[in-house]
Structure formats: structure tokens, C-alpha cells
């Protein structure tokens, strides 16, 4: 099994949290999984949905950026012409810069969210933690739900999610 050395990922890049990119049948296992945690649910134990607001138009590029660097290095320099300078988009008579998120119809746009997420969903270090693509659903103690929401909302700011 292929193992990127820099960032302990395995072929999958984003297994076993996150089910939106190199996962067939993806929300389907995700759903089975949850299922399954649910029915053998222990007590005190809570999951909770999270969803970012309008997280693909939202992350900062130098964060998507640095993230490609540092865990699919092969990539960086493919993403750095499209992600280094706005973009410009075009309505009719107007034109408007695109400065934040993957660019609208990007083959790579779910990995590069993906990717950038992927560090904020890992350090919850949940018994469930299933992630599609942007909607978290974390399962623990009470008390650790909630102390990973206050994790997941400082660190994501940190990446203008919220």
C-alpha cells in the first residue's frame, strides 16, 4: 500500500475519515458506518452533524497551497498556476476576482478541500469521524464532542471556515 512519507497518508490520501474523494461508493459507506456505531452506541456517547458554511468558496488558497506542498507534493506546481493570483470570473458586463476556494468547476476542487480540511479532522481524534466532503459527523463522549467543536471552530477560522 502506497504511504506518502511526509504526511502518513495512505493511497486513499484521506481514509478513513473522509469519504467524498478516492472512495467508491463514498457516502454509502459512510452511512453504513454511522449505522453501524449508532446501533451499539454506548452511554453518555453523542454524534453530532457539523457543516461548514460555504466552505468551498471560503478556504484561503495559501492554505489549500501549502497543504498540496506538504501532502501530495506532486501536485504543487500544477495548483500554483491556478491558485497563486485571483482568478477573474465574468457575468455579462462584469467581472469580479475570485480570491478564495477552489475555482468553480476545478476537476480538483473536492481534493484540494479535502486535503486542507484534513489536518482539523484527524486532530478530533473521534471514535467515529466520518467527513463528506465538508459535513463532519463526529461520535464520542459528550464531553469530547463538544471539546472537538470548540477545536473545529477556532483551528477552522484559522482557515476562514466557519
Known amino acids: 500500500m502506497y504511504q506518502h512519507s511526509r504526511c502518513g497518508m495512505h493511497a486513499s490520501l ?11 461508493g463514498g457516502c454509502e459507506a459512510a452511512i453504513h458506518s454511522a449505522c453501524c456505531y449508532l446501533q451499539t452506541l454506548a452511554p453518555n456517547h453523542i454524534t453530532v452533524k457539523l457543516d461548514f458554511a460555504n466552505a468551498f ?5 495559501p492554505d489549500m497551497l501549502l497543504s498540496i ?34 475555482q468553480q468547476g476545478d476537476p480538483l476542487g473536492m481534493l484540494l478541500s479535502c486535503i486542507t480540511i484534513h ?27 463538544s471539546t472537538g467543536i470548540q477545536r473545529v471552530m477556532v483551528e477552522g477560522s484559522k482557515i476562514s471556515l466557519c
Open 14 to 24: 484521506l481514509g478513513p475519515r473522509q469519504f467524498g474523494v478516492g472512495i467508491q
Open 57 to 61: 468558496n471560503s478556504l484561503h488558497r
Open 69 to 102: 506542498r506538504d501532502c501530495l507534493s506532486e501536485l504543487y506546481a500544477f495548483c500554483m498556476s491556478p491558485y497563486s493570483q485571483p482568478s477573474f470570473l465574468y457575468f455579462g458586463s462584469h467581472v469580479l476576482q475570485s480570491e478564495e476556494g477552489p
Open 119 to 145: 489536518s482539523l479532522i484527524t486532530s478530533m481524534g473521534s471514535d467515529l469521524m466520518l467527513s463528506y466532503p465538508d459535513d463532519l459527523t463526529p461520535a464520542d463522549p459528550q464531553e469530547m464532542v
